[in-house]
């Protein structure tokens, strides 16, 4: 067992010797580099007034796991009050590596985030770092950990998110952070890009409500991400202009994939009042729908018309060709790389939030309901 003394140093790791290889000044008059506020502070001073000695300082600055975890915030709570920012070695900004974080990666969408940051990466000859949460959309402490000890050029949350103290520890190593399509509300200062779900749930209803249906469905993402409810409440407009009332029974929310759209489809479609078409979250939940609507001996579209979102290549392929919503998922990835290294770079984001265009795209899985 390692001891510590009481600022939470370890006993036996030789101070004075960086982690991982990384230079940082432990000068104890040396002010931060980069002209934040407080640009006097200097090491020596966040080290008195947090109540340890400079060398912990400078272990929490590198990411080094020698450092108790009440030490560790009273530091960091310091660095960010101060707005310390720690000078970067002449190399360039951190390790050659961006960071991409998804809640959930077996998918073809989480397929095209990937490409969407490689084209951006490839070129910058900057690597990619693949994380997966297992389905929740916050990350523990200890992947938190290894990415500060990594120190990538930045990290990029897909349907993901970061707590205040865990945003206070990337910020107190200069680590910036992009989020793609966050799962809440967009966080204070923290640069977001993500797509028109508001606009894209009112044109695939629309686009519906033209072809006659009055009694629309939906099988939505999870309620407590802010996509999912963002294409619910598209779709409520695109009734209230038809002078249509929202059913709440009518409406269920789930997971994004085939499963969901099967169970939820199935329900919805077994009504005897059932709707005679559907609004899918998400093209694999379409899908379900429409394996659902076949084992019930429905027809699509002839019986229910299916709209999906996404515009996942497998959608042209499938029987009959899915009509959904067209989200850039590739160029939202993207957009959000380049403005990761644009702010690695020390750029400031023009926009803090970026909403890309959706588009619907039909195809031959809607159709007028019939007499």
């Known amino acids: 067992m390692t001891t510590t003394g009481h600022d939470g140093a370890s ?25 934040g506020r407080g640009s006097q502070t200097t090491i020596a001073a966040i080290a008195a007034e947090a109540g340890v000695s400079v060398p912990t300082v400078s272990k929490v600055l590198n990411g080094r796991a020698d450092v108790a975890a009440s030490t560790r915030a009273r530091v960091e709570e310091v660095i960010e009050r101060h707005g310390y920012r720690r000078r970067r070695s002449s190399s360039g900004t951190g390790s050659g590596l961006i960071e991409l974080v998804f809640h959930e990666l077996d998918s073809p969408w989480a397929l095209q985030i990937i490409k969407g940051v490689e084209t951006v990466a490839g070129p910058a000859r900057v690597g990619v770092v693949l994380s997966e949460l297992g389905g929740e959309h916050r990350p523990p402490q200890e992947w938190l950990d290894d990415v500060l000890a990594r120190r990538p050029r930045g990290v990029i949350f897909v349907l993901s998110e970061l707590d205040a103290a865990q945003q206070a520890q990337l910020k107190s190593r200069s680590i910036p952070f992009v ?9 204070a200062g923290v640069p977001v890009v993500g797509s028109q779900n508001w606009a894209g749930g009112l044109a695939a ?31 409520r407009s695109a009734l209230d202009e038809a002078g249509l009332s929202y059913d709440a029974g009518l409406v269920r929310w789930g997971n994004f994939f085939v499963d969901g759209g099967y169970e939820h489809g199935h329900e919805l479609l077994s009504r005897p009042d059932r709707p005679t078409a559907i609004f899918a979250g998400a093209d694999f939940q379409a899908l379900g729908v429409i394996r659902a609507a076949r084992e019930l001996g429905l027809r699509v579209p002839e019986d229910v018309s299916v709209v999906g979102y996404d515009d996942l290549p497998v959608t042209e392929w499938v029987q009959p060709g899915l009509t959904t919503v067209r989200q850039p998922l590739a160029d939202m990835a993207a957009t959000a790389a380049r403005m990761l290294l644009e702010i690695a770079g020390g750029a400031r984001p023009a926009n803090l939030r970026i909403d890309l265009a959706t588009e619907l795209v039909v195809r031959s899985s809607t159709a007028a309901p019939s007499a």
Request: aromatic share 2%.
């Open 179 to 187: 989020v793609v399509d966050t799962a809440g509300e967009q966080p």
């Open 205 to 235: 209803t629309r686009h519906l409500l033209q072809l006659g249906h009055r009694r629309i469905g939906v099988v939505s993402g999870p309620r407590d991400v802010l996509c999912s409810r963002a294409r619910v409440d598209g779709y």
């Open 11 to 35: 006993g036996d790791v030789d101070v004075a010797t960086p982690a991982h290889g990384t230079t940082v000044a432990t000068d104890p008059t040396e002010p931060h580099g980069e002209g």
